[in-house]
């Protein structure tokens, strides 16, 4: 079934043939959808969350000979290499889109 084909009021009129009316019922129906849109972003938010873990962790490990020193005596080629490796894959393909 293709539900893109039917206008907004069509689809409207269609959920409220199948609620026989009931707001109450239909409400429900919103607050499912919601949760699950919630449960979507938290489950994304924790996803990013542990690819900025990873990425610190990373950049721990990297700086861990530089310990006591200062970041100027920090090798440029160390700092460039955390840099071109502590960008996700996912964001050095995409163009900043959205999807």
Do not use: W
């Not at 970041?71 to 999807?99: D, N, Y």
């Amino acid at each position: 079934m293709n539900l893109e084909k039917y206008t907004k009021s069509e689809l409207i009129e269609a959920i409220g043939m199948l609620t026989g009316g009931s707001y109450a019922e239909f409400e429900r129906c919103l607050y499912c959808i919601d949760g699950n849109r919630v449960k979507k972003l938290c489950e994304e938010a924790d996803r990013l969350n542990k690819v900025s873990t990873e990425a610190r962790q990373q950049y721990i490990e990297m700086l861990k000979p530089y310990n006591g020193k200062k970041f100027s005596e920090i090798p440029i080629e160390v700092l460039r290499k955390h840099k071109a490796g502590s960008m996700p894959q996912e964001k050095r393909t995409t163009s900043g889109t959205r999807s």
